[in-house]
T-cell receptor, first 116, second 111 residues
Framework: DSGVTQTPKHLITATGQRVTLRCSPR?????VYWYQQSLDQGLQFLIQ???????AKGNILERFSAQQFPDLHSELNLSSLELGDSALYFC???????????????FGAGSRLTVL | DQQVKQNSPSLSVQEGRISILNCDYT??????FLWYKKYPAEGPTFLIS?????DKNEDGRFTVFLNKSAKHLSLHIVPSQPGDSAVYFC??????????FGAGTRLTVKP
């Protein structure tokens, strides 16, 4: 158990639908990152939050949105789903304190989304 | 944007021999580099890292080498063991910023 909790583990839905993926970071970690891994692809960076605020944005589609709540958990919302959105979605967290230096990410086990 | 590249999708080595996994990056602002290991049905786990002020970091059987002028890093595993069979991701970040990953290299260590 890495300490990063992702729910649900598996999700099957239809095109056009909307889903929400949830992530609880490791205790004490302030940053949350979301990554997408499509079949045989690498980890595509989507978005990073630090202590409730958006810190960096990657290749995140406009149909996707995320937020980090005051208790530091994060949600990734995927809407108007398409077949190509089927992927593993990973959440990771890190301490990422200012002045701490570079950070090591701790990953959750992922949420597997299947769009039919 | 492919700021971190792992050009070898797979690598197969014999148990006891050396495994060398390679990674190239394009962003000169990256100052911290990491390797993660991923088993099926699990999230990636941190393996070893190196700061841009160093050119080598060693941890047991694992050594990471950094060549800043070539924007290249490599992971050496010696000796390789069957339990090392996994997908290895190279990652890079600039201070406090997001972390970018390569596409991964699937290592198979044959007994």
């Amino acid at each position: 158990d890495s300490g990063v909790t992702q729910t649900p583990k598996h999700l099957i839905t239809a095109t056009g639908q909307r889903v929400t993926l949830r992530c609880s970071p490791r205790s004490g970690d302030l940053s949350v990152y979301w990554y997408q891994q499509s079949l045989d692809q690498g980890l595509q960076f989507l978005i990073q939050y630090y202590n409730g605020e958006e810190r960096a944005k990657g290749n995140i589609l406009e149909r996707f949105s995320a937020q980090q709540f005051p208790d530091l958990h994060s949600e990734l919302n995927l809407s108007s789903l398409e077949l190509g959105d089927s992927a593993l979605y990973f959440c990771a967290s890190s301490v990422n304190l200012e002045g701490y230096g570079a950070n090591v990410l701790t990953f959750g086990a992922g949420s597997r989304l299947t769009v039919l | 944007d492919q700021q971190v590249k792992q050009n070898s999708p797979s690598l197969s080595v014999q148990e006891g021999r050396i495994s060398i996994l390679n990674c190239d990056y394009t962003n000169s602002m990256f100052d911290y580099f990491l390797w993660y290991k991923k088993y099926p049905a699990e999230g990636p786990t941190f393996l070893i890292s190196i700061s841009s002020i160093k050119d080598k970091n060693e941890d047991g059987r694992f050594t990471v080498f950094l060549n800043k002028s070539a924007k290249h890093l490599s992971l050496h595993i010696v000796p390789s063991q069957p339990g090392d069979s996994a997908v290895y991701f190279c990652a890079a970040s600039a201070m406090y910023n997001d972390m970018r990953f390569g596409a991964g290299t699937r290592l198979t260590v044959k007994p």
